[in-house]
Antibody, heavy 118, light 109 residues
Framework: QVQLQQWGAGLLKPSETLSLTCTVY????????WSWIRQSPGKGLEWIGE???????NYSPSLASRVTISVDTSMKKFFLIMSSVTAADTAVYFC????????????WGQGTLVTVSS | EIVLTQFPGTLSLSPGERATLSCRAS???????LAWYQQKPGQAPRLLIY???SRATGIPDRFSGGGAGTYFTLTIRRLEPEDFAVYYC??????????FGPGTKVDFK
C-alpha cells in the first residue's frame, strides 16, 4: 500500500520561498503522476501542479509563474517550490498520487500547514 | 476553467437517513474524470468514488455515485456516525487541470 509523507517549513515571511518535500513509500513510483494541492479557508481545495517520474510537469495557470515541481525518482521523492509567497499562500499543502486512467487523487500525504506572516 | 458547484452547502441529517449530495459543472465533464472525496477535520481528503460511479478500494457499498455531463450525485444510503464529514467533488480536464467543488458538509441534525 502506497503511503506519502511530506514535510517542509511551516512559517514563512512575505517574499520568501516555500519548499516542501513528499516521499513515497511502497508501491510503484514510475508510471504515475504526483500532485500538489493546497487548501485554504478562503479558496477551498486548489490544485497546484503535477509531475511524473521523468519530470514532465503540468501547472495550474494561476500559479505557474511562481511554482516549480521537481522529482528525484531514485529516492521516490518529489518537491514543491513556490517563490515570492504572500499571506494569500497561507494554506495546508498536500501531496497526492494521481491514479492511472481516471486522474483521481487516490493517496494523499498528511498535509503541511504553511503560514505566511511578517 | 471548469467550475464545480456543490449543493446544498450543508446537509443536516440523522444516522440511518439517506444523504444525496449534488455537484454541477459549468460545462460538460467526462464521467471518467469525476471523483468524490470525504474529508474529516485535520485529515487529508479520502477518495470515495472515481469515474463518477466506481467505489475506491475499501469504501463501503452504502456510498454510490451517479450522473453524467454537467450533473453528478453522491448518495450515502444509510448514514453511519463516521460519515458526518465534508464531501468534495473534483474533475480533471486537459484544459483546466484539476478543479474541486466548494464542498458539502454533512452534519448532525
Amino acid at each position: 500500500q502506497v503511503q506519502l509523507q511530506q514535510w517542509g517549513a511551516g512559517l514563512l515571511k512575505p517574499s520568501e520561498t516555500l519548499s516542501l518535500t513528499c516521499t513515497v513509500y511502497g508501491g510503484s513510483f514510475s508510471g504515475y503522476y504526483w500532485s500538489w494541492i493546497r487548501q485554504s479557508p478562503g479558496k477551498g481545495l486548489e490544485w497546484i501542479g503535477e509531475i511524473n517520474h521523468s519530470g514532465s510537469t503540468n501547472y495550474s495557470p494561476s500559479l505557474a509563474s511562481r511554482v516549480t515541481i521537481s522529482v528525484d525518482t531514485s529516492m521516490k521523492k518529489f518537491f514543491l517550490i513556490m517563490s515570492s509567497v504572500t499571506a494569500a499562500d497561507t494554506a495546508v499543502y498536500f501531496c497526492a498520487r494521481v491514479a492511472l486512467r481516471n486522474n483521481a487523487l487516490d493517496s494523499w500525504g498528511q498535509g503541511t500547514l504553511v503560514t505566511v506572516s511578517s | 476553467e471548469i467550475v464545480l458547484t456543490q449543493f446544498p452547502g450543508t446537509l443536516s441529517l440523522s444516522p440511518g437517513e439517506r444523504a444525496t449530495l449534488s455537484c454541477r459543472a459549468s460545462q460538460s465533464v467526462s464521467s471518467t474524470y469525476l471523483a468524490w472525496y470525504q474529508q474529516k477535520p485535520g485529515q487529508a481528503p479520502r477518495l470515495l468514488i472515481y469515474g463518477a460511479s466506481s467505489r475506491a478500494t475499501g469504501i463501503p457499498d452504502r456510498f454510490s455515485g451517479g450522473g453524467a455531463g454537467t450533473y453528478f450525485t453522491l448518495t450515502i444510503r444509510r448514514l453511519e456516525p463516521e460519515d458526518f464529514a465534508v464531501y468534495y467533488c473534483q474533475q480533471y480536464s486537459a484544459s483546466s487541470g484539476f478543479t474541486f467543488g466548494p464542498g458539502t458538509k454533512v452534519d448532525f441534525k
